[in-house]
Every structure is written in structure tokens, then in C-alpha cells.
């Protein structure tokens, strides 16, 4: 029980973190955006960083979702298979993001 609550707060921060970078403006919580230039951080916000990332943190709040919903029907794999699939969808992201990055 314990478990499904952690995770359920880590869903939640997530998908607050999530609306907050996606609706409210948010990307200074994005790593690296308040050390880029104005330009460079107006370009990020033009090409739609505060959109790409708001979407991938709901994304990982429902891998995290669906693993603790199959770890309740006795499905116990379903954890360690959602922080892999977690990892993989993390590192994806980063590499993605990098077309926000202006071109020098």
C-alpha cells in the first residue's frame, strides 16, 4: 500500500510540474533555460518547449500510473516494468529536446 502511495505522489508532482511548465508559462523550471540567452530562450518558447515538455511529464505520470494500477491486480512485475519504460521515455526526451536548442 505504501508503494502505491509513493508513486501516486510522484504521479502528481509530475503532472502538477507538467501544468505548470505547459499552461503557466513555467519553462524557468526547465535545466538550462534561465542560463540561455534571451534569444535563445525566445526561440525556445517560439518552437514550443513549454508544450513538448508539459506533454512528456504526463506521459511519465502515466507510465508510473499504469505500473502501480498493475502492481494492485497482483501484477508486482508491472512496477519494474514501468520504471524501465520510465527511463527509456526520460531519455528520449532529453534527446528530442535537443531540436529547441538554437543553432549557433
Known amino acids: ?4 502511495i ?16 505547459k499552461h503557466f508559462g513555467g519553462e524557468s523550471l526547465i535545466a538550462g533555460y ?7 530562450q525566445d526561440y525556445m518558447r517560439a518552437k ?7 506533454d512528456y ?3 511519465l505520470a502515466a507510465i508510473i500510473i499504469l505500473g502501480s494500477i498493475g502492481y494492485s491486480f497482483d501484477l508486482n512485475y508491472s512496477i519494474t516494468i514501468s520504471w524501465i519504460l ?5 531519455i528520449l ?3 528530442k529536446a535537443q531540436k529547441f536548442t538554437p543553432q549557433k
Do not use: C, P, Q
Open 1 to 4: 500500500m505504501g508503494l502505491l
Open 6 to 21: 509513493i508513486h501516486g505522489v510522484i504521479a502528481l508532482l509530475l503532472v502538477g510540474m507538467g501544468i505548470i511548465i
Open 34 to 40: 534561465n542560463t540561455a540567452s534571451k534569444e535563445a
Open 48 to 54: 514550443g518547449i513549454g508544450r513538448f515538455i508539459g
Open 57 to 59: 511529464l504526463y506521459l
Open 86 to 90: 520510465f527511463i527509456i521515455v526520460t
Open 93 to 95: 526526451m532529453v534527446i
